[in-house]
Structures are given as C-alpha cells and as structure tokens.
C-alpha cells in the first residue's frame, strides 16, 4: 500500500481493506473553500487509485454536518476562491473546487456517502458525486445555489439530474428547496435511511460487503458503470469483453469459481 497522504483538514483511517476519509472542519461545518478540503479529497482520491489493498472509500462528515459547500463570509468578503474580476475567479473555480468532481469522477473503487447532518451547496454536490449515499434523519439536502445569486458552478446541474432526472432536478435547483432525509430517499437520492446511531454501522456493513468481492474485478465493475453513461452500447459491449477478458485469467477469478464449486458441494 502507498504511504498515506498527508492530510490538513480530514482524517483518513483504514479497516482491512475500507478507508474512511472524514472532513474535520466541524468550525467551518465542513465548508469545502477555504479549507484544505479539496486538497484533501484529491489527495486521498488519488491515494485510493494507487493503494491496491484498498476497495471502499466511504467518506463522510464530523461535527454538525456533513458539509456546508462553499464558505459566505468569503463570499460576502469577496475573498479566497471568490475575489477578483471575471477570469480570476473563473481560474480559482477550475484550479479549486472543480478539482474535486474530476478526482472523483476518476475514483476507481466505489465511494459511499455517510451523510449525518446538512449537505448544502457545493456539500450537496459532493454526496452527489458518491456511488451509494446513506443518510442519518439529521440529515438535510439542498441546491442552494441560486438563493445566494450564483450557479452549481462545481457540476451539480450536471450530477443532480443523473440522479432524480431532468424535471425533479430543475425544481431542486431553481428554487433552492431544503429538502429532509425522508424526502431524499423517495426521490432516490440515497440509497436508505437510519438513525444517527446506526449509520456508521449501516455503512460499514455495506463497505465490508462490497469489499469482500474480488478486488480488481471490482474496480472494473465501478469503471464499467461510470463509462455506461457515455458510451452508445456497441462500443461499451466491445469495452465489456475486454474486461472480461483480463477477469477469466486473474487468479481471484479461479479462486472465486472454486470457492462457488465447493459451497455447492461439486
């Protein structure tokens, strides 16, 4: 396994073959500008490509939300990620919070969202950008964006509707509605919804689940899932026998038939 990153503003803990990473800006609630937290995502992001003995990464929030997106009294000051004219701000958003979509979006194994308090703005997006999000009833969702005169300008227009659809995600986004766990989970925003005290283990029985498949087989099914959504099907099925092909001659694959073989007493 690669040596760990060095992390400013979260803590990244590893459990067999889980990592957790936790934004710890409870002062902040979490706010992802103005913090080290984008570096810290990227940086562990990149870590869990490399770290082969990794499967899982579930991330989520301490203190009393999960994050609060971008930091207003920055924005009232027209300071850090949001002062300058047009072009600098524009480059402070590309070289800044529009890092963290692009890292995940590259994220080889499946991320899972802990969401325990608020998901608001840029924090919204964020869960959004998870494979399987879990909510606590503290839990709370909004694409608030437009209530302080700005636009999702971290991709959320683009993640929100691959999610709940063009029309649910036009109403979420044009109003600026808070919505509660209960609500997030009819619309399919999260997968389940649990008590504060249950979720860590809710989802870590769900992590260690999917980290018992066979490690690069799983990699190539959470690759394979983010590519399905921009591939017509001809292409992607060429894409599919070449995956299976690297599967049928990896060893976990003979060891996984075998193991099946024997649970069926042949």
């Known amino acids: 396994m690669p040596d760990r990153p060095t992390l400013t503003d979260a803590r990244l803990e590893v459990a067999g073959r889980v990592a957790s990473l936790t934004l710890d800006r409870d002062d902040v609630r979490n706010a992802l500008t103005g913090t080290a937290l984008i570096d810290d995502i990227c940086a562990v992001a990149d870590w869990a490509n490399r770290a082969e003995d990794v499967s899982v990464l579930v991330l989520t929030g301490a203190g ?67 494979d399987i999000r879990i909510a606590s009833t503290r839990a709370r969702f ?17 993640l929100l509707q691959r999610l709940v659809g063009y029309q649910r995600a036009a109403e979420l986004t044009l109003t600026g509605r808070v919505i509660d766990a ?19 283990d809710r989802v870590s029985a769900l992590a260690d689940r999917i980290a018992a498949q066979p490690p690069k087989a799983l ?3 959470k690759r394979l899932l983010k590519t399905a959504r921009r591939m017509e099907l001809p292409d992607f099925l060429d894409l599919c026998a070449c995956f299976q092909g ?3 001659n990896e060893p976990e ?6 193991a099946m073989l024997a649970r069926m007493g042949r």
């Open 219 to 221: 990699r190539l099914t």
């Open 182 to 200: 209960d609500e997030a989970l009819s619309l399919g925003l999260v997968l389940e919804v649990t008590t504060p005290e249950e979720l860590p």
């Open 64 to 130: 009393k939300a999960f994050s609060a997106g971008g930091n207003i009294k920055d924005m009232a000051d027209r300071a850090g990620d949001f002062g300058g004219d047009v072009a600098t701000v524009a480059d402070k958003y590309r070289r800044g919070i529009q890092r963290i979509p692009l890292a995940l979006e590259r994220l080889e194994v499946p991320l899972i969202a802990a969401i325990d308090g608020p998901a608001i703005g840029a924090g919204f997006d964020l869960a959004c950008m998870a």
């Open 246 to 248: 690297q599967c049928h």
């Open 142 to 158: 909004g694409e608030t964006f437009l209530t302080l005169g700005i636009i999702p300008g971290d991709g959320g227009a683009w």
């Open 253 to 258: 694959h003979t060891a996984a038939v075998e």
